[in-house]
């Protein structure tokens, strides 16, 4: 929402038989990168699970004339995406040992990276909408910023930027589960043009770790946006636009 992090706590569930020189390494990635991003670690908490599964509860600071929604989206915006989509097909594909190493990395990197300057951008560029791509994939957070704001969208599938790999394993029907439950949700919200294939549609449910901010920008300021990003080094992609309407359109042209 454009705030800054300052805080955090470690939340983490770790199985009894996981060596402890692992226990140490997730803590150690968590504390290295929340030093990266500015953020002091103050604790946490550590529970037995039989699954490892880590994250962190995050307090920050905002100015609420800064703040970034997912309602304010208004027609004539244009769609800007920071990250590509498909890390839990790619992440699905890694458990079920089928993923080719150099897709792994990549999708690594990706995650890695965080929003920070992105999320800048967008307040400098004066955005009316943001939202974060994560669990309810693209078109799930895309449905919500439709929603909260009060209008449709037009996304271009052509435009979205997908991790290599990913539209292979999709073919593959490597998905994870919560792809499905994506569909089975927020289908009745959107329409997909008939030349997009089923494999490929899934992948706009498919549930994103660290995925991309969505940022509706008056089409005004896209390319001062577009400018500054380069400038920055900072990956955009034009995937859309805001429309009247209550219906998320994905075309395919």
């Known amino acids: 929402m454009g705030g ?3 805080l955090a706590l470690n939340i983490a569930a770790l199985p009894p038989q996981l060596p402890l020189e692992i226990g140490s390494e997730i803590l150690r990635g968590g504390a290295h990168m929340a030093h990266k991003a500015g953020v002091v670690i103050a604790g946490g908490h550590t529970i037995q699970d039989k699954e490892p599964k880590y ?3 995050v307090m920050g600071f905002i100015n609420p004339k800064n703040m970034l929604t997912k309602g304010g989206a208004k027609p004539g915006d244009i769609l800007l995406l920071s990250k590509p989509i498909g890390i839990g097909v790619i992440t699905t594909a890694i458990k079920n040992e089928k ?5 792994k990395i990549e999708a690594i990197k990706w995650m890695k990276i965080f929003n920070k300057k992105a999320a800048e951008l967008s307040i400098e560029n004066n955005a009316n909408a943001a939202t974060d791509i994560t669990g309810f994939s693209l078109l799930g957070h895309a449905w919500e910023m439709a929603s909260a704001s009060n209008v449709g969208m037009n996304i271009n599938f052509k435009n979205i930027p997908v991790l290599d790999g990913a539209k292979d394993y999709a073919e593959q029907w490597i998905f994870p589960g919560g792809c499905f439950d994506n569909e089975s949700y927020f289908k009745k919200h959107i329409e997909f043009d008939e030349s997009i294939p089923e494999a490929h549609r899934y992948l706009c449910y498919d549930p994103q770790t660290s995925g991309s901010l969505l940022i509706a920008v008056p089409k005004d300021n896209l390319t001062n946006i577009l400018s500054m990003a380069k400038k920055y080094d900072q990956p955009l992609w034009v995937i859309g636009e805001v429309t009247k309407g209550d219906k998320i359109h994905i075309i395919n042209r």
């Not at 993923?99 to 897709?103: I, L, P, S, V, W």
């Open 4 to 6: 800054a992090p300052f």
């Open 55 to 57: 994250g962190l509860v």
């Open 99 to 103: 993923c080719h190493k150099k897709h």
